[in-house]
């Protein structure tokens, strides 16, 4: 993970969150970082696009690839049915 100085940086809004994940759902596995940023609709600033990046590695919903390649892994539907199984425990 990037090491940020939040100070120096733009901190992305939820409109812009919400653009870049349906864009990646959408093209799911078919761009390096580079390339998904330059066929966003609208461009951020590209260390604003880095930690929003960064954000939703960290949240679980993306992963990358062995080739750099961003995926959407996070399927709410599956995460639902796992609560509902009285076994399952969460910490």
């Known amino acids: 993970m990037y090491a940020f ?3 120096s940086i733009h901190m992305p809004n939820l409109d812009t969150v919400l653009m870049i994940e349906k864009h990646i759902q959408e093209n ?4 390096r ?3 998904l940023w330059k066929s966003l609709p609208r461009r951020p600033q590209y260390q ?11 949240s679980g919903k993306i992963a990358e690839d062995s080739e750099g ?4 892994i996070w399927d709410p539907d599956f ?7 009285k076994h399952l425990i969460i910490r």
Do not use: D, I
């Open 5 to 7: 100085n939040y100070n």
């Open 28 to 31: 799911s596995g078919e761009h």
């Open 33 to 35: 970082r580079t390339a």
């Open 48 to 58: 604003t696009f880095r930690v929003t990046v960064e954000y939703l590695l960290h």
């Open 69 to 72: 390649k961003l995926c959407w």
């Open 79 to 85: 995460v639902r049915e796992m609560l509902k199984k």
